[in-house]
């Protein structure tokens, strides 16, 4: 909720004070308060106002800005301080401190990974199989806990999970790393785009789908109304959370990667989509899409040579923050910017980072490879310089009573 007055070019005061509410139903939380959407409420007549407002109640202030009201007996509008104010962008970042984890049996698995990426950057992660790259998103997302370290993001997140096509109806996203083989049931096109969508909108959905199936088994009865009147406020929360907007975008990535509509395509089965058209579809709505933050699994598998072409020019000309789990090397070198690389220890995997792109990649980690092999020829002579008194004093003991009570 949002306060603040109303006054016209003179700086008089025409209304009292009013109630602005933001709803911003998509994102999971208002990162930048000029991104949301603002109700005017009991705002009539045909002139130019200034809002002034208040601080509100996430610490952050509206800047002022010129709202008019509509025409006279229309009522109230949506104003999108967005278009007012220049289409800022929101900020959106990932940072990850010592991010340590330990597998069920007590093996380590990861071992204080430390990175950092930013607005309109492409990183990599890779590593050997079963070093933790696909736990280390898991823990990113909130789906595992970390057993040391803290995660720190800001914008909202879309992320596309290694197996997609294991969703049921309108359930939660998939966990990262399940496998579509598990057979958890049948599910459509839809299910599968709501699957990555925002979370307020696949409660939405599952309210929807709930008070639609109550609808076809109206029988006359004395519920009939109570299931209407469901159903209605199910319609209407699905607006109010921008849902046909939501299908619109879903429409978008339908014609893109498919080539048919949403409508047609909707109630289709995804097990009839092969592997590459479902991760195309679900690539072109996450990247299209108004989630700022992207964690991407894997995101070439299944792809045909085309699809990675037009997967590695979506990531370069990309501004959203990305992190990316991939084996390919020509996708690496062609869209990521920033390589993270888990290497493999007996205490866990640790993280090393290329601040360049992967072209540079192999000459880097041979510079570096050889900085440790110097270190660890350095150490060895000290360690060699340390121990050479003691074994000379250990060797005289046997031959000196008085050194061999020392």
Known sequence: ????????????????????????????????????????????????????????????????????????????????????????????????????????????????????????????????????????????????????????????????????????????????????????????????????GPAPIRAAAADLDAAELAMMELDGGPDDDRHAMRYAQALADWADIDGYDQETAFDKACVAALGISYDRAKYRSVTSLSGGEQKRLVLEFLLAGPDELLLLDEPDNYLDVPGKVWLEGRLAETTKAVLLVSHDRELLANAADRIVTLEPGAAGAVSWVHGGSFATYQQARADRNSRLEELRRRWDEEDAKLRAPVLMYKTKATFNDGLASR
């Open 1 to 196: 909720m949002v306060t603040g007055d109303l006054v016209d070019e003179t700086g008089e005061f025409p209304l009292d004070p009013v109630d602005l509410v933001v709803t911003d139903p998509v994102a999971d939380e208002v990162a930048d308060l000029t991104q949301a959407r603002l109700d005017l409420v009991g705002i009539l007549g045909d002139q130019t106002l200034r809002l002034v407002p208040q601080f509100t109640e996430i610490n952050h202030c509206v800047p002022p800005s010129v709202i008019r009201r509509p025409a006279a007996g229309l009522a109230p509008t949506v104003v999108d301080l967005q278009h007012q104010l220049g289409n800022p962008e929101r900020v959106s970042h990932l940072d990850l401190a010592g991010i340590s984890y330990s597998l069920p049996d007590g093996r380590p698995l990861l071992a204080d990974v430390t990175f950092r990426l930013g607005q309109g950057t492409v990183t990599a992660v890779i590593g050997p199989n079963g070093t933790g790259k696909t736990t280390l998103l898991r823990i990113i997302t909130g789906e595992v806990e970390a057993e040391d370290g803290a995660v720190t993001r800001s914008g909202r997140l879309g992320v596309m999970p290694q197996f997609i096509g294991q969703v049921i109806g309108s359930a939660p996203r998939p966990a990262i790393g399940s496998g579509i083989e598990s057979g958890l049931g049948e599910s459509s096109v839809r299910d599968l785009l709501l699957s990555v």
